[in-house]
């Protein structure tokens, strides 16, 4: 049973435009929530993350959101650019223990 | 920043060999994690460690064994290698303080033959 899903395993955006990232957790437990950015043949980089107790964090362009009635997390990139393209993962843990990570979401920014 | 070294890139071993996977920290970090990445499966926890000596099982711990004799290194050890072994394993390291996220190595591409 997966608790933390990813349910897009592709999007294609243009450049200039905003990438929002989707991610959906069924544990009401989880109080610390991550982003992560891998390209290929390298290790997943740490993004962004955000406690329970917020609804928003920011840095450059990118903004996490929280909402946790609907136990839903979204990544927004904005602008977006082609450096972007990137498998992003999202992860979510509980009393900061072990991290459960998404499947993944495929983001291809085109010119 | 933080510098998380897995010794290999790329290694291919045999079913039934004994396989060790070697993971440092440059950073002090107290927990260090092993996962691997499977097509369709997101990364899935192996085996984490809190400090030296200690060990815990993560979502699939069967068929691994992990050692943690220093800070700053953490080894995972496939026992009995299987071709169902066969996987990307990332290693990362975390300071043992609330809130703070885990930082990864390049990875292993491990195939068992």
């Known amino acids: 049973d997966q608790q933390v899903k990813q349910n897009s395993p592709s999007l294609s955006v243009q450049e200039g435009r905003i990438s929002i990232l989707n991610c959906d957790y069924t544990?009401?437990?989880?109080?610390?929530f991550l982003w992560y950015k891998k390209y290929p043949a390298e290790g997943p980089t740490f993004l962004i993350s955000i406690s329970s107790i917020k609804d928003k964090n920011e840095d450059g362009r990118f903004t996490v959101f929280l909402n946790k009635s609907a136990k839903h997390l979204s990544l927004h990139i904005v602008p977006s650019q082609p450096g972007d393209s990137a498998v992003y993962f999202c992860a979510a843990s509980e009393d900061t223990d072990k991290l459960i990570f998404g499947t993944g979401t495929r983001l291809q920014v085109f010119p | 920043d933080v510098k998380v070294t897995q010794s290999s890139r790329y290694l291919v071993k045999r079913t039934g060999e004994k396989v060790f996977l070697e993971c440092v920290q440059d950073?002090?970090?107290?927990?260090m994690f092993w996962y691997r990445q499977d097509p369709g499966l997101g990364l899935r926890l192996i085996y984490f460690s809190y400090d030296v000596k200690m060990k815990e099982k993560g979502d699939i711990p069967e068929g691994y064994s992990v050692s943690r004799e220093k800070k700053e290194r953490f080894s995972l050890i496939l026992e009995s290698a299987s071709t169902n072994q066969t996987s990307m394993y990332l290693c990362a390291s975390r300071r043992d303080s609330t809130y703070q996220p885990q930082h990864f190595g390049d990875g292993t591409r491990l195939s068992i033959l």
């Open positions: 950073m002090d970090h107290e927990n």
């Open positions: 544990n009401s437990m989880f109080d610390y």
